[in-house]
C-alpha cells in the first residue's frame, strides 16, 4: 500500500509539472484574448513534426531546427490564427471556433500525410538517460527532467505576470480590456506578445517528452483535451486555477490508475470535472482573469 | 399561344384569359415539393453505381444529424461541439444488443431511445449549471472520452475493428435493390425530421425557441420556465441523433467507434449548420449534400484528401455570405420568419 | 399589494441595499427616485428574481416572492420594462410581444394565430400596430420602449415596474409615453412601480414617492412633502455652504 502511494505522490508531482506545460498556452489565451483556441493542438504537431521536418528533410542539427520551428510557429499563430482567424471572426465566434478546428485538423493530416505513423519519427531530445529511484519508485530521470524544466518555465511564466511591466500589462488586459485601451496600453501589440508566449510552453513540452510520448500526427487531439479539462477545471483564463488544476487532474489520474484500473483515468477526471462545474459553477478560480 | 413570363420572384404563364402563377420562393408550399420529387428521382440515376447511392445515404444521414444539433443549438441556447456522442452511444447500444442478444432492428430501436434518453436526461442539467463557453467545451471533451472508453473496453467494443455483422433492416435479397432501398429509407428519416423541426418551429413553441435564444433572462422574465425547456431541447434532439445511430448500424451493419466519433466527423457535421446558415433546418439539405459530394469527389485524388477536404471547408465558410450561408444565396429573405442567429455564449 | 421589508444585498464587498422596506398598496402609483448608483434598478432586479437578497423578505399578495424563480414571480403577475431596452432584435415587434402572450401566464390552449392576434391588440394600444412587422433591430428608441410596455402589459401583469421609460425621449415622445402610461393603468386595473429621473414627470404622476440614497432608504411620502426636503435636494443637489 505504501508503494502504491508513495507511486500516486510522485506521479502526480511528476506529470503535474508536465500538465502545466500542456495547459499553460490554452490558458494564457483564454484569459488574455478571451478566446477559446481550438486549434492549439496545432502547436503540438507543429513543433514535434516541424522540428523533425527541418531536420530530416533539409538536414538541419537539432538546434537550428528548433529555431526555425520557433519562427515557423510564431508565423503560422499570428499570420493564420491571429490575423486570418480571430480577427475576422470575432463577433462571430461559431465560425471561429469551427475554423480554428479545421486549421488543426488539416495541419494534423498533413502532417500525417507527410510523415505517415509508420515513418518512425523521432526526436532525439533527451537529455538524460537512465532510471532514478525514488523510495519505491522507478521513474526516468528525462520524466524528472521534464517536470523540472515545467516547473521552471511556469516559474519564469508567474514571475513575468507579477514583477515585469509587460505582465502588469497583459494582467489589466485581462480584466478589463476597455479600461486598457483608455490607459494607453497597445492592445494589438499585446495580443501578438500573447500569442507568441501561448507557443512556449507547448513546444518545450513537446521536445521533453519527444523521448517517452509517442510521436504521432494526431496526438494534439488527446492533448487538446487534457489541456482543455485543466482550463474547465481551474476556470477558464485563470493562471492560478490551472497550476491547482493541472496537479488535481494528474493527481486524479493517477490515483485512478493505481488504485483501480489505467484505462478509467480519463473518464474520472471528465466525471471529477462535471461534479465541480455542477457544484461551483465557474470551475475552481471563477474570476476569469489571468491571476 | 401560351406566353410565358419571368418576373423577380414568380413564373407567369398565360393563355388567353387564364394565367398561372409560380412562385419561386421556398416558403411556397409547391416548393419543397419539387425539392423533394428532385430528391426521390436522384438514386434512378444513380442504379448502377452503388458507391454513389452510399454518398447520397451518408449525405441523408449527415442532414439527419445537423437537424437536431440545430434545434439543440437553439434550445439550450449553447452551441454543441459533440453531438455525435449520441451517435455513438445510440450506435453501440444498437449494435452490441442486437450482436449480443440477438434483439431485432425494432427492439433496438426501442433500447437506443431509452438509453440515449437516460444518458441525456443525465447530463442535461449542464446546459443550466455550466456556464455557457464551459458547456460547449465540455462537449467538445464528451465525445473523445467516450471513444477512449471504447478502446480501454476493447473485447466489448472492439475497439478500431468495430462490430460487424448486425442484422439488416430489410433485405430485398439484390445488393444493389438494398443500395436502393436505404438510400430511400434515409431519405424518408430526413425529410421526416425536417417536418418535425419545421413543426416546431412554426408552432407556439418555435416562438418560445426563438426567445430562448436571443436573451435567456428576458425569456425567464417573460414567464418561461427556461430549464424545463432547456432539458427538452437537450434530450429530444440527442433522442434523435441517436436514433441516426440505429439506423447506420442496422443499414451499413457495421459500427466503429473511430469512424464517427473523432472531430473529423463533428466537424463536417457542424460545418453543415453553419454552411447551412440561418434557416437552420431546411439549409441542412443542401448543405449536407455539398459536403458529401465533395468529400467523395476528393477522395478520387487519392490520399491528399485528408487534408484538402478540411481546406476547402475553410474556403467554404470564408466565401459564402456571413450567417446566410448557402441557403442565404437562394432565400428570398422575409422578415416574418425568424433567422436566428448561432450564438456562443460565455456566461 | 407588495410588501418590502428590510431588503439587503451585498456585491462582493459592495452593500448595495441597505434595510430598505416599503410598500405598495393596490392600484396605486408609486415612485421611486435617488441619485445614480442608488440603488434602484437593483431594488426592480431583486423583486423580479434576477438576484436573490443576502436578507429581507418581499411578499407579494400574502405570497413570499424573495426565492423563486423569475418566470414563476411573473407568473404571479409581477412585469418589468428595462433601462436599455432589451428587445429580441431578430424577431418582428409582433413576435416579442406573442412570447409574452404565449408564456405570460399558463396558457395551455392557446394556439400561434390565437396569441398573434392578442398580441396585435397590445401593440395596436401602444401604437405600434403599423410596425408590428419590422424587426426590432429596426425600430428607434421611442418605438422599444413602447415594445417594451407592450411587452410587459401583455404578460397581463397586476405590478408594473418601470425602469426609467423616459430617459432618452423628447418632450413630446416624453408626453404621448405618460399618456399611454396612464390609458394602462386606467384600463387594465395596473399598479405602478415607478423608477424615474426625469422629475417633473415623476411628480405629477406619483402619489408617493420613495427615495434611496446610497442603497439606503431616505425618505418616503407625498411628491409635496419630498419636494421641499432638504435631505432630498442635499442628495440631488448637495448640501448649503456653511
Known amino acids: 500500500m505504501a508503494v502504491v502511494i508513495q507511486n500516486i505522490i510522485v506521479y502526480t508531482i511528476i506529470w503535474g509539472s508536465i500538465y502545466l506545460l500542456i495547459s499553460m498556452g490554452f490558458s494564457l489565451i483564454c484569459g488574455v484574448l478571451r478566446i477559446f483556441h481550438l486549434g492549439y493542438g496545432a502547436t503540438f504537431v507543429i513543433a514535434a513534426y516541424g522540428t523533425w521536418l527541418f531536420m530530416s528533410g533539409m538536414g538541419l542539427g537539432l538546434i537550428p531546427s528548433i529555431i526555425l520551428m520557433f519562427l515557423l510557429q510564431i508565423a503560422i499563430a499570428i499570420l493564420v490564427f491571429y490575423k486570418g482567424v480571430f480577427q475576422r471572426y470575432l463577433d462571430e465566434e461559431e465560425n471561429l471556433l469551427v475554423i480554428s478546428m479545421l486549421i488543426f485538423m488539416a495541419v494534423a493530416h498533413f502532417a500525417n500525410y507527410l510523415y505517415p505513423t509508420t515513418s518512425g519519427v523521432n526526436l532525439p531530445t533527451a537529455l538524460v538517460t537512465g532510471m532514478a529511484k525514488i523510495g519505491a519508485v522507478n521513474i526516468s530521470y528525462e520524466m524528472i527532467a521534464a517536470a523540472a524544466v515545467g516547473v521552471v518555465v511556469t516559474g519564469l511564466f508567474v514571475l513575468m505576470f507579477l514583477k515585469t511591466r509587460t505582465g502588469l500589462i497583459i494582467r489589466s488586459m485581462s480584466q478589463d480590456i476597455y479600461a486598457a485601451k483608455l490607459m494607453g496600453v497597445s492592445v494589438d501589440n499585446m495580443y501578438y506578445l500573447a500569442m507568441i508566449l501561448s507557443i512556449i510552453p507547448p513546444t518545450i513540452c513537446i521536445l521533453m517528452i519527444a523521448p517517452f510520448w509517442g510521436i504521432d500526427p494526431f496526438m494534439g487531439a488527446s492533448l487538446l483535451m487534457t489541456a482543455m479539462l485543466i482550463a474547465i477545471l481551474g476556470g477558464l483564463g485563470n493562471l492560478k486555477g490551472n497550476i491547482i488544476a493541472s496537479y488535481l487532474i494528474a493527481f486524479i489520474h493517477f490515483s485512478v490508475s493505481f488504485l483501480w484500473a489505467p484505462r478509467f483515468m480519463g473518464l474520472a477526471a471528465l466525471v471529477v470535472t462535471l461534479i465541480f462545474l455542477i457544484v461551483k459553477r465557474g470551475g475552481l478560480m471563477a474570476g476569469e482573469t489571468i491571476w | ?113 431509452i438509453v440515449c434518453g437516460s444518458v441525456a436526461l443525465l447530463l442535461s442539467p449542464t446546459t443550466w449549471i455550466a456556464k455557457g463557453l464551459y458547456f460547449s467545451l465540455l462537449t467538445l471533451i464528451l465525445p473523445l472520452t467516450f471513444l477512449d472508453l471504447t478502446y480501454q473496453f476493447g473485447d466489448l467494443f472492439r475497439g478500431e475493428v468495430g462490430l460487424f455483422g448486425m442484422s439488416p433492416l430489410l433485405d430485398l435479397g439484390r445488393v444493389r435493390w438494398n443500395y436502393m432501398a436505404y438510400y430511400y429509407l434515409s431519405l424518408f428519416m430526413m425529410l421526416l425530421f425536417i417536418l418535425i423541426a419545421d413543426k416546431i418551429g412554426r408552432s407556439r413553441f418555435g416562438v418560445t425557441l426563438a426567445a430562448i435564444n436571443e436573451n435567456e433572462d428576458v425569456a425567464r422574465m417573460m414567464g418561461i420556465d427556461v430549464s424545463k425547456y432547456k432539458v427538452f431541447y437537450y434530450v429530444f434532439p440527442s433522442i434523435l441523433t441517436g436514433i441516426v445511430g440505429w439506423f447506420i448500424v442496422h443499414t451499413f451493419r457495421s459500427f466503429a467507434g473511430i469512424t464517427y466519433l473523432p472531430l473529423d466527423y463533428m466537424l463536417k457535421v457542424l460545418i453543415i449548420v453553419i454552411i447551412g446558415g440561418r434557416a437552420f433546418v431546411y439549409g441542412a439539405v443542401p448543405g449536407a449534400y455539398f459536403v458529401a459530394i465533395i468529400e467523395e469527389v476528393l477522395r478520387g485524388f487519392g490520399h491528399i484528401n485528408q487534408w484538402v477536404f478540411p481546406l476547402v471547408l475553410i474556403a467554404m465558410i470564408l466565401i459564402l455570405p456571413r450567417g446566410e450561408g448557402l441557403w442565404g444565396l437562394y432565400h428570398k429573405r422575409h422578415p416574418r420568419d425568424y433567422f436566428p442567429k448561432l450564438h456562443v455564449r460565455r456566461e | 399589494m407588495i410588501e418590502i421589508k428590510n431588503i439587503g444585498i451585498k456585491f462582493g464587498g459592495l452593500q448595495a441595499l441597505d434595510n430598505v422596506s416599503f410598500s405598495v398598496g393596490k392600484g396605486e402609483v408609486v415612485g421611486l427616485i435617488g441619485p445614480n448608483g442608488a440603488g434602484k434598478t437593483t431594488m426592480m432586479n431583486i423583486i423580479c428574481g434576477l438576484y436573490k437578497p443576502t436578507e429581507g423578505t418581499i411578499d407579494f399578495e400574502g405570497t413570499r416572492i424573495t426565492g423563486l424563480t423569475s418566470n414563476k414571480i411573473c407568473h404571479l403577475g409581477i412585469s418589468r420594462t428595462y433601462q436599455i431596452p432589451q428587445p429580441f432584435y431578430a424577431m418582428t415587434a409582433l413576435g416579442g410581444v406573442t412570447v409574452s402572450v404565449l408564456n405570460g401566464k399558463k396558457r395551455p390552449n392557446m394556439c400561434l394565430s390565437d396569441a398573434g392576434l392578442e398580441a396585435s391588440y397590445y401593440l395596436e394600444f401602444v401604437g405600434l400596430f403599423a410596425k408590428r412587422d419590422e424587426l426590432a433591430s429596426n425600430l428607434n428608441l421611442y418605438e422599444l420602449r413602447m415594445l417594451e410596455l407592450a411587452r410587459a402589459l401583455a404578460t397581463t401583469p397586476k405590478l408594473l415596474l418601470l425602469d426609467e421609460v423616459m430617459a432618452g425621449l423628447n418632450p413630446v415622445e416624453s408626453n404621448r409615453a405618460l399618456d399611454m402610461i396612464w390609458s394602462a393603468q386606467d384600463q387594465f386595473g395596473i399598479t405602478l412601480l415607478w423608477i424615474e429621473h426625469v422629475m417633473k414627470i415623476i411628480m405629477n404622476a406619483a402619489q408617493r414617492i420613495v427615495v434611496l440614497q446610497y442603497g439606503k432608504k431616505i425618505a418616503e411620502g407625498p411628491p409635496a412633502e419630498i419636494v421641499k426636503d432638504p435631505r432630498i435636494i442635499e442628495a440631488y443637489l448637495g448640501g448649503k455652504r456653511k
Request: proline share 6%; with cysteine; net charge positive.
Open chain 2, 1 to 113: 399561344m401560351v406566353k410565358f413570363e419571368l418576373k423577380r420572384d414568380r413564373i407567369l404563364l398565360r393563355w388567353g384569359l387564364e394565367k398561372l402563377e409560380w412562385c419561386i420562393e421556398p416558403r411556397y408550399w409547391r416548393n419543397p415539393i419539387i425539392g423533394v420529387a428532385l430528391l426521390l428521382i436522384l438514386p434512378l440515376f444513380f442504379y448502377s453505381f452503388p458507391h454513389l447511392l452510399t454518398m447520397l445515404t451518408t449525405a441523408n444521414l449527415l442532414a439527419c444529424l445537423a437537424i437536431p444539433l440545430s434545434l439543440q443549438i437553439l434550445g439550450t441556447a449553447r452551441v454543441n461541439f459533440g453531438p455525435q456522442l449520441y451517435l455513438g452511444i445510440g450506435g453501440y447500444t444498437a449494435a452490441l444488443l442486437n450482436l449480443h442478444f440477438g434483439w431485432s432492428p425494432f427492439f433496438t430501436l426501442i433500447a437506443t431511445v
